[in-house]
């Protein structure tokens, strides 16, 4: 089955400086790749998402890029703020056969003022 | 998010005792998700349904008992022989097979162990 690393397991960074947090998956029929940001105790949210047949998706401060040969992702929040410290999740899943999403192991990412 | 519920919020089982988490969604969604989440970790799958009164084992399943006998509903059962139940637990759902519309969750169940 599907296994998705994520990497670094946790990140600080100054306000106002950029974190990107990588991932990889294994299975080369996976195309798409959903991020979630969890707050504590809380449900993960959606923050952004690309499909396999895109290779950049941008929403403000927050990008994701897809390598599909090397089969990696990664997040880019840029300018970052306080109220981006939380953890982020990765992961993967194969549209076409069922929706069941491969979790890499997360990201806690914590934002210094 | 909120057209998932999950209830109840917080839950606590004793020794050998069944215990059965709830969700609920108004979004007609055909497909439902439960997932485990550890302190510290990802989620990992215990089962997820694509049609009513259909359902299939995810990748940790052992000690776990779903049904789907409507649309709107997926509880969970925690049994007795699943010896370390003590986590959060996330329902999801989406559109199904071949949706382009992403999984929203519910605001999850914490288990405990009295």
């Known amino acids: 089955g599907e296994n998705v690393e994520q990497h670094p397991s946790t990140l600080s960074v100054q306000e106002g400086d950029s974190a990107v947090i990588k991932c990889t998956y294994s299975d080369s029929a996976s195309n798409y790749f959903p991020w979630y940001k969890q707050e504590l105790g809380k449900r993960p949210q959606l923050i952004i998402d690309i499909r396999s047949n895109v290779g950049e998706k941008k929403d403000q401060r927050i990008a994701v890029t897809l390598n599909k040969t090397a089969k990696h992702f990664s997040l880019h929040i840029t300018e970052t703020q306080p109220e981006d410290s939380a953890v982020y999740f990765c992961?993967?899943?194969?549209?076409?056969?069922?929706?069941?999403?491969?979790f890499g192991g997360g990201t806690r990412l914590m934002v210094k003022p | 998010d909120g057209g998932i519920t999950q209830s109840p919020k917080y839950l606590f089982r004793k020794e050998g005792q069944n215990v059965t988490l709830s969700c609920e969604q108004n979004?007609?969604?055909?497909?439902m998700y439960w997932y485990r989440q550890d302190p510290g970790q990802g989620l990992r799958l215990i089962y997820y349904s694509q049609i009513v009164n259909d359902f299939q084992k995810g990748d940790i399943a052992e000690g776990y008992s779903v049904s789907r006998e409507k649309k709107e509903s997926f509880p969970l059962t925690v049994t007795s022989a699943q010896k370390n139940p003590t986590a959060f637990y996330l329902c999801?759902?989406?559109?199904?097979?071949?949706?382009?519309?992403?999984?929203?969750f519910g605001d999850g169940t914490r288990l405990s162990i009295l």
């Open positions: 979004l007609n969604h055909d497909a």
């Open positions: 999801a759902s989406d559109r199904g097979q071949g949706s382009n519309q992403p999984q929203h």
């Open positions: 992961a993967a899943s194969i549209r076409s056969a069922g929706n069941m999403l491969t």
